[in-house]
């Protein structure tokens, strides 16, 4: 197992700088997180969060149209937790028999769940950490894409999801370049088809419910949201709202559950959110104890 220490997501220098701040007064780390902030081209970013913040804030929370179903959706948090990440030996544990993972560079580091797409013939990988490599492996082949090496400020891939005809799927980047990006796999390769957003839509989660397209954003310590494909965003319950989030989770083809985490160096605090895409209406929002699947999973 791969230690957490060998990922440093740039998000928890700021944020460990800020609380420093906060917990010593000490100005010089203040300095120091407004000049990370230009140094990670990260002034959007902030500009956007305050603008949210003023005016979007958080979510009321609704009332469930079912009263009785709610406690049979969290019972079983097992169902629930957190993914967190793969490295390059346990993807070849868990995928070996089916794919040939084994031909995997050397270097592949690892990959979050949300960015791991197994549709029975071809297992798509999104590489994280200090690379951000796509990977299409097929029982017989793997080929992997370097685009993103060349495309400043992305630094690794935040999520991946199945999209439109037979083949295609989007691509969240990180770090300080956010893209949503659509790809195409085919011929035992893939490739890099348009930009679909080149702002803030660096999503840590997405997923499908009933036919349409959610993403959840990665703000640590700004307001978060879920996203649609066509631009509605839901802004979260004050619990979950400076958390980024890391997991979602469909269930019953109606109820997005999503799973928001807070950095390490400010708490480690953890959510889980049910949105209800019916009524378009947050219906429980509250901290939650997780097992941690591996020590990498808060570095999303």
């Known amino acids: 197992m791969v230690g957490a220490e060998l990922i440093v997501n740039h998000h928890s220098f700021i944020t460990a700088q800020v609380q420093r701040f906060r917990d010593t007064g000490n100005v010089m780390a203040l300095f120091k997180a407004v000049g990370l902030v230009f140094r990670q081209h990260r002034t959007h970013e902030l500009l956007s969060g305050a603008y949210c913040r003023l005016f979007h804030p958080p979510s009321a929370l609704g009332r469930p149209q079912q009263d009785s179903l709610l406690p049979s959706l969290l019972r079983d948090q097992r169902a629930i937790a957190p993914r967190g990440i793969l490295t390059r030996e346990e993807i070849i544990g868990q995928y070996g028999e089916r794919f040939k993972v084994v031909s995997l560079p050397e270097d592949f580091f690892c990959a979050r769940a949300e960015s791991i797409w197994d549709d029975g013939m071809h297992l798509v990988?999104?590489?994280?950490?200090?690379?951000?490599?796509?990977a299409q492996v097929t029982r017989n082949s793997c080929f992997v894409s370097d685009h993103y090496r060349h495309v400043a400020g992305v630094r690794h891939i935040h999520a991946i999801e199945k999209?439109?005809?037979?083949?295609?799927?989007?691509v969240c980047t990180g770090d300080s370049r956010k893209f949503l990006d659509l790809w195409v796999a085919g011929g035992g390769q893939v490739g890099f088809v348009r930009r679909l957003s080149k702002y803030l839509a660096g999503f840590t989660a997405a997923t499908t419910?009933?036919?349409e397209h959610y993403f959840g954003t990665d703000f640590s310590g700004r307001p978060n949201w879920?996203?649609?494909?066509?631009g509605a965003k839901y802004f979260f319950p004050q619990k979950a709202y400076k958390l980024h989030v890391t997991d979602f989770?469909?269930?019953?083809?109606r109820y997005?559950?999503?799973?928001?985490?807070?950095?390490?160096?400010?708490?480690g605090r953890k959510t889980l959110s049910v949105f209800d895409t019916?009524?378009?209406q947050f219906i429980?929002?509250?901290?939650?104890?997780?097992?941690e699947p591996t020590p990498l999973e808060h570095a999303a």
């Open 226 to 230: 879920i996203e649609t494909l066509g």
């Open 249 to 253: 989770h469909s269930l019953f083809d």
């Open 284 to 291: 429980y929002c509250d901290y939650c104890t997780f097992e």
């Open 209 to 211: 419910v009933n036919g």
């Open 163 to 170: 999209y439109g005809k037979a083949g295609e799927f989007l």
């Open 278 to 280: 019916l009524t378009r």
């Open 256 to 267: 997005l559950l999503s799973i928001n985490t807070e950095l390490v160096v400010v708490g």
């Open 125 to 134: 990988l999104g590489e994280y950490g200090e690379s951000p490599r796509i």
